[in-house]
């Protein structure tokens, strides 16, 4: 894993090395017979099994897995070609359909409801030969299941909405994940758990099998995209699950750049840590500095440059969430009268679309910026709110694409993420730079 970080005393050690290794050592094992798919997948489960009385983090196991891992396990012995992931065990957050498998979403008006079929970013990851093993806990059980708990420690929070898509992969129950992103819940989750994730350019991803239904327009913020133990991963599966589908207008067919291909060496990089509204630790600031100097010791030119209107961020988005939508995504069925009126949902959209302009503005001097993923590590249970999202926010509202990988550690011996912001359409950057964070290694706070 990226960060020796130890888990809670009470979750037992990892005792198994299949458990540490990156998706893609663990396709490179497979494909070269070093290691068997059913192996892998077997190593997977177990792990879960040990681990989710006190996690909370997986809804429920995919009966079939094991059989998928040995027609995998077939194929290779016959010698046919397979994907990039062929073999590779991955978890789906339960806002995300699997064919076969329930979407309750955490809610009890859904708990009967099997999707016919995958979600599109489901089917392409079992193209590419991944083997869908569980479905994950959202939010705070949300409210059908049991609260998911950090495996750093149990007492605090694994981050919210992706909450056990980050439990399990930090636990070692997963080496990759699929969960979604609307204003952090990707982001802020990893942070806490200390994994790698990406909030992929809005667009890039198609929302399209997700609950709750997204439409472009009713929402331009959401996307789905990967957490992992390695940032390395990170593209690997954005390659997988990226490209347009009908069933997502928004969803547009961008080619990719590759993160192994982009030079280091003067990329401008801004970086801040003041935020309006927050209070980051002094943990927390010493990790953005120390990433900022380990980016300028690989060339990158980096400045210390705060972004225009932040404090923007958290009311355009307040307002935003204040918006009646449908409970419904075929008629328009509304679960409450409006709040607003006709003017101030104009009146937020202008103020959204100023501070959009204003940031692509400010990213014509810089590729990219480094920041703060929160203010603190992970919280107790029960002790945050939406202050939490206050360094995350800006980025959905402009739809960039957001990489976090673990770089310090606090005097708790808790995770601190850093985020890597770059221009959208432009992942490949912000993938690039998350992975030479994380060959620098993370630096304690002492």
């Given at each position: 894993?990226?960060?020796?970080?130890?888990?809670?005393?009470?979750?037992?050690?990892?005792?198994?090395?299949?458990?540490?290794?990156?998706?893609?050592?663990?396709?490179?094992?497979?494909?070269?017979?070093?290691?068997?798919?059913?192996?892998?997948?077997?190593?997977?489960?177990?792990?879960?099994?040990?681990?989710?009385?006190?996690?909370?983090?997986?809804?429920?196991?995919?009966?079939?897995?094991?059989?998928?891992?040995?027609?995998?396990?077939?194929?290779?012995?016959?010698?046919?070609?397979?994907?990039?992931?062929?073999?590779?065990?991955?978890?789906?957050?339960?806002?995300?359909?699997?064919?076969?498998?329930?979407?309750?979403?955490g809610y009890e008006h859904r708990a009967e409801y099997v999707p016919p079929r995958d979600a599109p970013v489901v089917a392409r990851l079992r193209e590419a030969g991944a083997i869908?093993?569980?479905?994950?806990?959202?939010?705070?059980?949300?409210?059908?299941?049991?609260?998911?708990?950090?495996?750093?420690?149990?007492?605090?929070?694994?981050?919210?909405?992706?909450?056990?898509?980050?439990?399990?992969?930090?636990?070692?129950?997963?080496?990759?994940?699929?969960?979604?992103?609307?204003?952090?819940?990707?982001?802020?989750?990893?942070?806490?758990?200390?994994?790698?994730?990406?909030?992929?350019?809005?667009?890039?991803?198609?929302?399209?099998?997700?609950?709750?239904?997204?439409?472009?327009?009713?929402?331009?913020?959401?996307?789905?995209?990967?957490?992992?133990?390695?940032?390395?991963?990170?593209?690997?599966?954005?390659?997988?699950?990226?490209?347009?589908?009908?069933?997502?207008?928004?969803?547009?067919?961008?080619?990719?750049?590759?993160?192994?291909?982009?030079?280091?060496?003067?990329?401008?990089?801004?970086?801040?840590?003041?935020?309006?509204?927050?209070?980051?630790?002094?943990?927390?600031?010493?990790?953005?500095?120390?990433?900022?100097?380990?980016?300028?010791?690989?060339?990158?030119?980096?400045?210390?440059?705060?972004?225009?209107?932040?404090?923007?961020?958290?009311?355009?988005?307040?307002g935003y969430w204040a918006r009646v939508q449908s409970l419904s995504f075929e008629e328009w069925r509304p679960p409450r009268a409006p709040t607003l009126s006709a003017e101030a949902?104009?009146?937020?959209?202008?103020?959204?679309?100023?501070?959009?302009r204003s940031m692509a503005a400010f990213f014509e001097g810089f590729d990219a910026v480094l920041s703060p993923v929160a203010a603190r590590p992970a919280p107790e249970h029960g002790?945050?709110?939406?202050?939490?999202?206050?360094?995350?926010?800006?980025?959905?509202?402009?739809?960039?694409?957001?990489?976090?990988?673990?770089?310090?550690?606090?005097?708790?011996?808790?995770?601190?993420?850093?985020?890597?912001?770059?221009?959208?359409?432009?992942?490949?950057?912000?993938?690039?730079?998350?992975?030479?964070?994380?060959?620098?290694?993370?630096?304690?706070?002492?």
């Amino acid at each position: 894993m990226p960060l020796d970080l130890p888990l809670d005393p009470a979750l037992p050690p990892l005792s198994d090395p299949l458990l540490e290794a990156p998706a893609t050592e663990l396709a490179r094992l497979i494909r070269e017979h070093a290691v068997t798919a059913l192996e892998v997948v077997t190593a997977h489960l177990r792990r879960i099994g040990e681990v989710n009385g006190q996690l909370n983090a997986i809804v429920r196991l995919d009966p079939q897995a094991l059989d998928h891992a040995r027609a995998v396990d077939a194929a290779l012995a016959r010698g046919e070609a397979l994907g990039p992931l062929a073999g590779v065990p991955v978890t789906v957050k339960d806002w995300i359909e699997v064919a076969g498998l329930v979407c309750d979403a955490g809610y009890e008006h859904r708990a009967e409801y099997v999707p016919p079929r995958d979600a599109p970013v489901v089917a392409r990851l079992r193209e590419a030969g991944a083997i869908v093993v569980g479905k994950s806990t959202v939010t705070e059980g949300a409210p059908l299941h049991p609260r998911p708990n950090n495996p750093r420690d149990l007492a605090r929070t694994p981050g919210s909405s992706s909450s056990g898509e980050a439990a399990v992969v930090a636990s070692g129950g997963s080496p990759l994940g699929l969960a979604s992103d609307s204003g952090g819940s990707i982001r802020w989750p990893a942070h806490c758990c200390g994994v790698a994730a990406l909030k992929p350019t809005t667009g890039l991803v198609p929302n399209t099998g997700h609950y709750p239904r997204l439409g472009h327009l009713s929402d331009p913020r959401t996307t789905i995209g990967p957490l992992a133990r390695s940032a390395r991963d990170l593209e690997v599966a954005l390659r997988v699950i990226a490209g347009a589908d009908p069933g997502d207008p928004g969803s547009v067919p961008v080619p990719l750049g590759d993160a192994a291909q982009v030079n280091l060496r003067g990329l401008r990089v801004a970086w801040f840590v003041a935020m309006p509204g927050a209070a980051p630790t002094p943990e927390t600031a010493r990790t953005v500095e120390e990433a900022a100097r380990a980016l300028a010791d690989r060339g990158c030119t980096v400045v210390e440059a705060a972004p225009p209107r932040l404090a923007e961020s958290l009311p355009i988005t307040e307002g935003y969430w204040a918006r009646v939508q449908s409970l419904s995504f075929e008629e328009w069925r509304p679960p409450r009268a409006p709040t607003l009126s006709a003017e101030a949902i104009e009146r937020g959209r202008f103020e959204w679309e100023r501070f959009s302009r204003s940031m692509a503005a400010f990213f014509e001097g810089f590729d990219a910026v480094l920041s703060p993923v929160a203010a603190r590590p992970a919280p107790e249970h029960g002790s945050w709110g939406r202050d939490e999202y206050r360094y995350t926010l800006p980025w959905s509202l402009t739809g960039q694409p957001a990489a976090v990988v673990p770089f310090g550690v606090s005097p708790e011996g808790l995770p601190i993420g850093i985020q890597l912001i770059a221009r959208r359409w432009r992942d490949d950057v912000a993938i690039a730079l998350a992975t030479a964070l994380e060959e620098e290694g993370a630096r304690p706070y002492d």
